[in-house]
């Protein structure tokens, strides 16, 4: 089974500033990963998918890189509704199981 | 307008099946580039899959708990069932289920439930 793992677990940012999430995964999962935003007492958020596509409705301060083993999420400028927790998922080799990542939680600095 | 509701007991004792069905609206479980998974999440942790069913019946659970979760879909009804059994307290969580939209070789979960609290404890 593919492991996730996110770094750092917890990130505290400013409000206006850049957020950097990363994720790693043990063996390549290619570009199929997607990250998910999760507030406080609401389901996951679909943020982006195949790496780096933007869901519809997504603003344009979240993007997604990588591919293989190693993927990143910035937040271009943090908003005082960003501050959630993020999870990244894999779905490679499909219908494998899907695995996802302990979660980062960002913060307000 | 997609949505997806997630329905079931909000309480069961150990050793118990539980019992969930997620009723689907917005889409047809018969699209090919569609399927239904169940995530759950407890209290204070991550989120973690559990199984998924795709419009031609295809299945997959997870490793971890492959013997004890059994999915289907009544497409006429437009729900899916999961059950697990055995269950114990370290199953209690929010159980969410979500539509799987597949875009060529992509495939992601873009429509959650609100999800179903089950405590297990006698």
């Not at chain 1, 908003?79 to 939680?105: H, I, K, L």
């Not at chain 2, 239904?36 to 209290?43: A, D, G, K, L, N």
């Not at chain 2, 708990?65 to 059950?83: A, M, N």
């Not at chain 2, 999800?115 to 404890?121: A, E, I, K, M, P």
Request: with cysteine; hydrophobic share 30%; glycine share 6%.
């Amino acid at each position: 089974e593919i492991v996730m793992t996110q770094s750092p677990a917890t990130l505290s940012v400013s409000p206006g500033e850049r957020a950097t999430l990363s994720c790693r995964a043990s063996q390549s999962v290619s570009s199929n990963l997607a990250w998910y935003q999760q507030k406080p007492g609401q389901a996951p958020r679909l943020l982006i998918y195949g790496a780096s596509t933007r869901a519809t409705g997504i603003p344009a301060r979240f993007s997604g890189s990588g591919s293989g083993t190693e993927f990143t999420l910035t937040i271009s400028s943090l908003q005082s509704e960003d501050f959630a927790v993020y999870y990244c998922q894999q779905y490679n080799n499909w219908p494998s199981p899907v695995t996802f990542g302990q979660g980062t939680r960002l913060e307000i600095k | 307008q997609v949505t997806l509701k997630e329905s079931g007991p909000v309480l069961v004792k150990p050793t118990e099946t539980l019992t969930l069905t997620c009723t689907v609206s917005g889409f047809s479980l018969s699209n090919a580039r569609m399927g239904v998974s169940w995530i759950r999440q407890p209290p204070g942790k991550a989120l973690e899959w559990l199984a998924h069913i795709f419009s031609n019946d295809e299945k997959s659970y997870s490793t971890s708990l492959k013997s004890r979760l059994t999915i289907s879909k009544d497409t006429s009804k437009s729900q899916v069932v999961l059950t697990m059994t055995n269950m114990d307290p370290v199953d209690t969580a929010t159980y969410y289920c979500a539509r799987i939209r597949n875009s060529g070789d992509l495939y992601y979960f873009d429509y959650w439930g609100q999800g179903t609290l089950v405590t297990v404890s006698s």
